[in-house]
């Protein structure tokens, strides 16, 4: 088992004043790796990165059919709690005869700093619709009721998430260790990141004529890369960088330190871990990889905000930087 | 130069997610290291671990004679912002003949939440006197006024500036090889890391019949053992700790992963840095160290939330802990 690597070091002054090590790899759908950095066969929790592989069932099953590619791009979605993905959500639960409490995720305020504001102000408090899962939630509901399955649809053995993990296993190409209880109550299954990446790569191969599950991983695929806000919110990693890969990459964060993308140009997956969970390690990195691999520009505003993001003290002065290491484009 | 070696693992169900990487180091007054762990001789910014450093020429010079205790707690705190620290920094600004537009430091908006959203509700901002560092800067501007200095106290060529420089090296036994700008504004001096963990044994160490300089130790140790909610605030880090440790440990927090630890009883200093600079990790681990050189209890339910604290999602659930690896305990 290799250690991690430094990938991402911060700067204060002078002086690299912290560093973040991790694991990266770039593989094709075959499971070929095509770069790695650290330990490929690290065991992983892909958090909020496997959403992708978490909607998979709802397509594949028909539950999702016509489903539009705002309401796919949700299903996705880490989304910020603006007023827009909460109305997109709420009006999706309404259609289906469902109101917030139909969600297993817990509440959570909002990321939109003035909507958030406005709700303390109004003494309204967040509710679960805000919570950043809730689009993938909905999806859950959707394939629940159209299994004729229990609503209680983050239980490991509901079949809701029989197909998650039949699916994760599937586009992963091995068996699953085991799982974790992720943020939003549902269960989050393990895999290798090579595995992680492998799966991205198949996303990126699929074509329309390959059946189900390549119909499904299109219809996402594309669905995340035309609503790149939907997917996570104004000014943040994922919507920046597939604004700026322009068709090029559809790419997902997911907590403590992981970082996907989804590259149809070049039939490659990308999966990074930071060790130590941090994400403005992880967006270095992803941004970094992205550049490397040709499909954004560091030059891109889109790109640079992440990919060396300054960092000001509490009087805006510009005191550090954040930058990934050069072993990401060596 | 020893690489950094894993201190504080995170878990999530049956996995270990995430892993901080760090080094410490336990010392003595002479500068003999009692145990390390990674590179003893890494060169860090110590950030808010250093304020009782930056705060000795202010006892050194005279210009804080007759200084509350409260009042040398805060010039060593990362406060809360809460009210109660507001008003005292407050009242000692006033005293100088000064208010919150002196600070050199950022507004910061309270870390009080309900305060916080008070402050919303009433359409107030944050000031320069809630930020965490306020009382340092009030420290500063009553030694800049003692000295004659320029008021523009945070200038690395301003006497406070020059005075606090020439008291860290010494206390650290080295030369300081640069400076970052810190949050505040105010320059950090550089040393290493065994230099940080010597410096906080000099004031373990010191008596009141020891001069000046040992004096100000034993005054500003006092003051933050004897008032640990005003060095930081209500329920964390090194409030329970120094609770809970009962006289035998002063301890202080600083950005970017570092923990520093007075053990007078011992006679040792302690100095943590993460290297990817999380503070769950750096609070597990000081927890565990302070353990280990038996100045506080595992059991203590002060210390096991910082050295064991449950992971709970967004619906409350416990789904994963943060904890020390047995490394810091062999």
Known sequence: ???????????????????????????RAGGEIVNA???PA??????????????????????????????????????????????KVST????????????????????????????IRRGVEPSRVHNNCSGKHAGFLMLAKHLGASLDYVDPENPVQKAVKS???EVCGERSPGFGIDGCSAPNFAASLAGIARAMAAFATAGTGGGARETAMVSLREAMMAHPELVSGKGRACAALMSAAKGQAAVKT????????????????????????????????MAALLIRLGVVEAEDPRVAAFLAPRIENWDGLHVGDVRACRTLFD
Do not use: N
Not at 7 to 17: I, K
Not at 19 to 24: E, K, N, S, T
Not at 92 to 116: T, V
């Open 1 to 27: 088992m290799s250690e991690p690597v430094p990938l991402v070091e911060v700067t204060r002054g002078p002086f690299v004043e912290s560093r973040h090590f991790g694991h990266a790899v770039v593989a």
């Open 37 to 39: 950095w650290g330990d």
């Open 42 to 87: 690290k065991i992983v929790l892909p958090r909020s990165s496997a959403k992708m592989i978490q909607a998979l069932p709802l397509l594949e099953s028909g539950a999702g059919a016509g489903l539009s590619q705002e309401r796919l791009a949700l299903a996705c979605a880490s989304h910020s709690g603006e007023q827009r993905h909460v109305d």
């Open 92 to 119: 999706w639960l309404h259609e289906l005869g469902l109101d917030e409490h139909a969600l297993c995720c817990g509440p959570q305020a909002s990321r939109d700093d003035a909507l958030r504001d406005d709700m």
């Open 167 to 169: 699916a994760f296993e």
């Open 254 to 285: 997911g907590a403590e330190g992981l970082f996907v993308a989804i590259l149809p140009g070049l039939g490659f997956g990308v999966a990074i871990k930071i060790e130590d969970g941090a994400t403005r390690a992880s967006e270095a990195a």
